[in-house]
């Protein structure tokens, strides 16, 4: 099973399609809200990311912002594997 993990914030529309997507997709996924853990804003905007959601899918390269086809085509491919 691929390792994801989702670093949102309140109130932010794209985190909240994200998971929702995630869910509705049947994947396991680890949130991480930076509003209720800031330790890990810093460690973001050192990755160079300044927006929510940050994704990280074990084996690729991870991204920000609701981006439906590439959650999609990383679930299609863990569950091939």
């Known amino acids: ?7 949102t914030k309140n109130d932010c529309v794209q985190c909240k399609m994200t998971k929702k997507f995630l ?3 049947g ?11 800031p330790e890990f804003v810093a460690q973001l905007k050192e990755a160079g990311y300044r927006q929510t959601p940050v994704v990280k899918i074990d084996g690729l390269d991870a991204f920000s912002g609701f981006r439906p086809n590439v959650l999609k085509k990383a679930l299609a491919s863990s569950a091939a594997a």
Not at 2 to 7: C, E, M, Q
Request: hydrophobic share 40%; net charge negative; charged share 25%.
């Open 27 to 37: 994947a396991d996924f680890r949130e991480i809200n930076i509003d209720q853990h």
């Open 1 to 7: 099973m691929t390792d994801i993990t989702v670093y």
């Open 23 to 25: 869910t509705s997709m």
